[in-house]
């Protein structure tokens, strides 16, 4: 069954651009994009296991095609629920460890209901991953380590922090409208 599709794919760009890149949320991501190196693949079915089948699809295919850098794997229509999705991170995360993949590639997650622990769902650090769609972000460890060494990385949560509540709340709302209907 063929689960691509380029509906959400617009929506994902606008975040990356507008909301990743703009706002320099990930100071790493604007060359690999810029350069078309970012892969966004859709999963359009609402099956836990057919998005588990893609984003092992999609990892083996970033495993071989060293012209992409990373590759975002879009949930269209499963694990909408947050608790859900972060319980789903430890079958992704397995897949890193098969076949030696885990000193390779690494994982990131983004959703539009994310929630970092021991902090509330209208927090505005939330913001910093969340996007339109459940999304696996599949990345090269290669390209995160020389990124650590490169830059100082700790303090990059803090200064997003800092940005997102430097704006303000109709723009915010602007940038991340799905998150308008389930946090303000």
């Given at each position: 069954m063929d689960n691509y599709t380029s509906e959400p794919t617009d929506l994902v760009q606008q975040w990356i651009e507008q909301c990743v890149i703009d706002l320099s949320l990930c100071?790493?991501?604007?060359?690999?994009?810029?350069?078309?190196?970012?892969?966004?693949?859709?999963?359009?079915?609402?099956?836990?296991?057919?998005?588990?089948?893609?984003?092992?699809?999609?990892?083996?295919?970033?495993?071989?095609?060293?012209?992409?850098?990373?590759?975002?794997?879009?949930?269209?229509?499963?694990?909408?629920d947050f608790f859900d999705f972060n319980d789903f991170?430890?079958?992704?995360?397995?897949?890193?460890?098969?076949?030696?993949?885990?000193?390779?590639?690494?994982?990131?997650?983004?959703?539009?209901?994310?929630?970092?622990?021991?902090?509330?769902p209208s927090d505005v650090g939330n913001y910093t991953n969340r996007a339109p769609f459940p999304i696996i972000q599949w990345l090269r460890a290669d390209t995160v380590a020389q990124a650590v060494q490169a830059t100082d990385t700790l303090a990059i949560p803090d200064n997003n922090i800092e940005t997102l509540k430097s704006i303000s709340s109709s723009r915010l709302a602007a940038l991340f409208p799905w998150c308008v209907e389930n946090n303000s």
């Amino acid at each position: 069954m063929d689960n691509y599709t380029s509906e959400p794919t617009d929506l994902v760009q606008q975040w990356i651009e507008q909301c990743v890149i703009d706002l320099s949320l990930c100071p790493f991501a604007s060359a690999p994009y810029r350069a078309g190196r970012v892969r966004i693949a859709v999963c359009q079915s609402g099956s836990e296991i057919e998005y588990l089948q893609m984003l092992d699809t999609e990892l083996g295919r970033l495993a071989a095609d060293i012209s992409v850098e990373t590759t975002l794997v879009v949930a269209q229509r499963a694990l909408s629920d947050f608790f859900d999705f972060n319980d789903f991170l430890s079958h992704a995360e397995a897949l890193l460890e098969t076949v030696d993949r885990e000193s390779k590639l690494q994982i990131a997650s983004f959703h539009p209901q994310y929630q970092f622990a021991g902090v509330a769902p209208s927090d505005v650090g939330n913001y910093t991953n969340r996007a339109p769609f459940p999304i696996i972000q599949w990345l090269r460890a290669d390209t995160v380590a020389q990124a650590v060494q490169a830059t100082d990385t700790l303090a990059i949560p803090d200064n997003n922090i800092e940005t997102l509540k430097s704006i303000s709340s109709s723009r915010l709302a602007a940038l991340f409208p799905w998150c308008v209907e389930n946090n303000s």
